[in-house]
């Protein structure tokens, strides 16, 4: 029997991001350039509403605050001019990572290049209109062995 190389396989995961921005139409003009899909857009009464993107593998979800999201127990603590997403990098696995970067490079407000990391996988940097700080990078499994995931 083959064994297959389960290492570039991305680990099973059940975690969603669930982004807060303050317009939907740069949000969507950012990521649908990117090569995101709209899998899902409501806009309930009172409320500007959720958005679901997808590029490949990868799901992101988008809250569109209104002023209630200023005063949300968590979010309240801190000035309405805090960068929204510091400290925090969402890594973006997408199959072909040289040529997924030769397709978006002038579009993307890339802040670091394609390049190979000391680990071993190659990636580049960007920065969304709202200042959420995206990885770019080639398939991989973080845990090392698919097995592993339960």
Not at 78 to 102: A, F, W
Not at 117 to 134: H, S
């Amino acid at each position: 029997m083959k064994k297959t190389d389960n290492s570039k396989k991305p680990a099973k995961n059940t975690v969603l991001l669930e982004l807060h921005v303050p317009d939907f139409e740069k949000t969507k003009e950012y990521y649908l350039k990117l090569g995101f899909k709209v899998i899902w857009e409501r806009r309930p009464e009172g409320f500007k509403g959720y958005l679901i993107l997808k590029l490949e593998g990868n799901i992101l979800c988008f809250w569109c605050g209104n002023e209630k999201v200023y005063e949300h127990p968590i979010f309240k603590k801190y000035p309405r001019t805090t960068q929204r997403g510091y400290g925090v990098e969402i890594v973006i696995m997408v199959e072909d990572i040289e040529r997924y970067y030769k397709e978006v490079k002038g579009i993307a407000n890339v802040v670091e290049p394609l390049q190979l990391r000391p680990w071993g996988l190659k990636d580049f940097r960007t920065e969304d209109p709202f200042g959420y700080y995206l990885r770019f990078t080639s398939h991989h499994n973080i845990l090392g062995d698919e097995n592993a995931v339960k």
